[in-house]
């Protein structure tokens, strides 16, 4: 983790800006809805349910929308949450692990929400980064320790899938699939 920082940092301090031009990006193709599937990608379909996890990443904080903790605490429906929402479909389905990939800012929210759907889940926290002053490209220093630190946002999943050992846990729970999102 300590490489990737220190290869993204080099790259900013060099003028990269780590922007894709929209030029490079395609829509995505038009997916088929389930009914146009004939039977026997239908029985594929099925038969790899049992082969998937579910991974919410769930980092962000809802600051820019006025909200002093996770987004997807953000009561949208009848007094519910998103997470209330995404732990009534989830335990419909209880045969899918269901995995969160949270912040250091989202961790604490997150679980006492999850615990009162009662929802099975396991959690991981994305790395966290040191914010650099823009103007001495040091990092920064300020009374409040925590807000010297940054989670690096949703791109992190990989590095923090593989390097804190949870794709080795999916593999050994059968896993082949993950739905992301």
């Known amino acids: 983790i300590r ?7 080099l790259k900013w301090a ?9 030029e490079d990006i395609q829509a995505p193709e038009r997916f088929r809805a ?16 049992g082969k998937m996890a579910y991974l919410k990443l769930n980092g962000g904080l ?19 949450t998103f997470l209330d929402l995404i732990a009534l479909q989830v335990n ?18 997150t679980e006492a929400i999850l615990k009162k759907d009662q929802l099975e889940h396991q959690s991981f926290l994305q790395n966290k980064y040191p914010k650099i002053d823009v103007e001495t490209k040091l990092p920064l220093e300020v009374k409040n320790k925590v807000l010297e630190w940054a989670p690096p946002g949703h ?12 794709v080795d846990k999916l593999l050994d729970q059968g896993v082949e699939y993950v739905f992301l999102s």
């Open 14 to 22: 060099q003028g990269d800006k780590g922007k894709i031009p929209w």
């Open 155 to 166: 791109g992190d999943v990989f590095f923090s899938l593989f390097g804190q050992g949870i």
């Open 62 to 80: 809802g600051t820019s929308m006025g909200c002093e903790g996770p987004k997807s605490a953000i009561k949208v429906y009848e007094d519910k």
């Open 92 to 109: 419909a389905n209880k045969h899918i692990p269901v995995f969160f990939m949270n912040s250091f800012n989202t961790d604490k929210e």
């Open 3 to 9: 490489e990737v920082f220190a290869k993204s940092y």
């Open 34 to 49: 389930y009914s146009e599937l004939d039977a026997r990608l239908r029985q594929v379909g099925v038969a790899s349910l």
